[in-house]
């Protein structure tokens, strides 16, 4: 399956937003969508919209945690919005869960905000 990655910058904060799945094939894709964002040269909050990911391996999943570590590294943060069941079992069973930050998609764009 394809794997759709785009981001729009909003205020303090760049939206991320991926749909389709994150595997061996396509986790390229997010992570130089990822490393384009964070190569702004200042702190950023991240957040990665994964309302549209139907799966992500253990590829995927590294992508994002390098991407979080980084956004720290430089005094940012990286957020997940709104995952799907099956990606949240995924972080919570490899312990993910309490490193990512995880926050729904409408706060993440912050109120009142425009969404679509």
């Given at each position: ?11 303090d ?27 702004g ?62 926050v ?13």
């Open positions: 399956m394809e794997l759709k990655v785009s981001s729009q910058s909003q205020r904060q760049t939206i991320v937003t991926v749909s389709g799945e994150i595997d061996l094939y396509t986790a390229p894709r997010l992570q130089g969508e990822l490393t384009a964002v964070l190569d040269g200042r702190p950023v909050r991240v957040v990665v919209d994964m309302s549209g990911v139907e799966f992500c391996d253990s590829t995927g999943m590294n992508v994002l945690l390098a991407a979080m570590r980084r956004a720290r590294e430089d005094g940012g943060a990286l957020d997940l919005a709104s995952p799907r069941p099956a990606v949240r079992k995924i972080l919570q069973v490899t312990g993910l869960d309490s490193v990512f930050t995880v729904d998609a409408a706060a993440a764009a912050g109120e009142g905000a425009a969404t679509g």
